[in-house]
C-alpha cells in the first residue's frame, strides 16, 4: 500500500515539476508595424501555451543593435527580411541555430493616411504632385522598412526632389503614425494595419508594385522550448486570420 502511494505521488511530483518547467517567459522583439497585432495575438497565445510574453517594440534597426548588444530576447519580430538573414548569420554557430530559425510570418502593406479626408477624385500621385500638403510624415529610411517603402513610392512617382525638404523623419512607423495622428503633420506614410480602423476617406494604399515587398520575418534567437512553440504558433491557421485581419497578406 506504501510503496504503490509513494509510485503515485512521484508520477504527479515528475507532471508537475515537468508541466513548470516547460512553462516559460518570452520576451518578443517586435517592429513597431506589428506590435498592435502582436498584442492581439498574445492573449491567444498565452491561452493555448504554458508560456507568458513580454513585447519590446522599436525599429527594425533599432532592435537589431539591441540583440547586436546582447538583449535578452527570445524571439525576434522584424519588418523585413535582410536584417534577420543577416544577423542569423552572424550569431547561428554560436547559439547553434539551424535554418528553421527563420520564418516569413506576413507581408506589409504602405498606406498614405491623412488627418483629414481625401479628394475622392484623386489619386495618391495626383495628390503628392499638387499642394494640399506641405509636409509629410514617414519612417526613417534606414531603420525602417516601411520608411524605406515609403522613400521609394516618392522616387516611382518621380516626386522624391519635390518633398525632399519636406519630409518629418520618425524613428519608426510608429513615431510616423503619432505625428499625424497627433495633427503635427497632416499626412504621410504609414503601415496599412495602423489605420484600419481610421475613415477610408483619410487613407489610401500604395500601389504595391512602387515598393520592395515588405516580407515580414522571424528569427528564433535560442532554442528554447517556448521559442519553437511561438514560432508554429505563428504558422496556426488562427493566427494567420488574425495576422490578415490586422491588413496583412498572408506569405
Request: glycine share 2%.
Amino acid at each position: 500500500m506504501m510503496k504503490s502511494l509513494l509510485i503515485s505521488l512521484a508520477c504527479i511530483f515528475t507532471v508537475t515539476h515537468s508541466q513548470y518547467s516547460y512553462s516559460d517567459s518570452l520576451n518578443l522583439a517586435v517592429a513597431a508595424n506589428f506590435k498592435q497585432t502582436l498584442e492581439a495575438l498574445k492573449p491567444i497565445f498565452e491561452e493555448e501555451y504554458p508560456h507568458s510574453v513580454n513585447i519590446i517594440s522599436a525599429s527594425t534597426g533599432q532592435l537589431v543593435q539591441q540583440i547586436s548588444h546582447a538583449a535578452p530576447f527570445d524571439i525576434f519580430l522584424a519588418a523585413n527580411t535582410a536584417h534577420p538573414q543577416l544577423l542569423w548569420q552572424q550569431i547561428r554557430e554560436k547559439r547553434q541555430l539551424k535554418a528553421d530559425a527563420l520564418l516569413v510570418y506576413a507581408m506589409g502593406r504602405l498606406a498614405f493616411f491623412s488627418n483629414r479626408p481625401l479628394a475622392d477624385d484623386q489619386s495618391l500621385q495626383e495628390i503628392l504632385e499638387g499642394d494640399a500638403f506641405s509636409r509629410l510624415s514617414m519612417a526613417n529610411s534606414t531603420l525602417a522598412p516601411y520608411g524605406l517603402a515609403a522613400k521609394q513610392t516618392l522616387a516611382c512617382y518621380q516626386l522624391a526632389d519635390k518633398w525632399k525638404n519636406k519630409l518629418i523623419t520618425g524613428q519608426n512607423i510608429a513615431q510616423a503614425y503619432q505625428f499625424i495622428h497627433s495633427q503635427s503633420v497632416d499626412a504621410g506614410f504609414v503601415a496599412l494595419s495602423q489605420v484600419l480602423n481610421h475613415p477610408k476617406q483619410q487613407v489610401l494604399v500604395v500601389d504595391s508594385t512602387c515598393y520592395t515587398p515588405i516580407k515580414q520575418m522571424a528569427l528564433r534567437l535560442n532554442n528554447k522550448p517556448a521559442s519553437y512553440d511561438f514560432m508554429t504558433f505563428l504558422k496556426h491557421a488562427k493566427s494567420q486570420a488574425i495576422i490578415k485581419s490586422y491588413g496583412y497578406d498572408i506569405p
